[in-house]
């Protein structure tokens, strides 16, 4: 999150410094959305295609995956 963040910001600090007002206004922060939108797609598809571990899978066949894991039991 730290990161996207970081991205974010320095994305808009880079286009609005180098647009002028009216630039930014009509078409530069639709630029931004478009990148937004990239990275979205991208970080979907890596939650789709992430695995989970061994452990993990071997729990969830015995079913003893919490419904809620920071509530005690």
Known sequence: ???SGLLTTGLLTLFSSTM???AFAAY???VLFII???IAVVGF???VRLTETPVFD???KQR???RVPV???
């Open 1 to 3: 999150m730290a990161q």
């Open 58 to 60: 071997e729990i969830r």
């Open 45 to 47: 598809y890596i939650r």
């Open 64 to 66: 003893k995956v919490l």
């Open 36 to 38: 937004g939108v990239v």
């Open 28 to 30: 530069g922060w639709r």
């Open 20 to 22: 002028s007002k009216s």
């Open 71 to 73: 509530a005690p039991p």
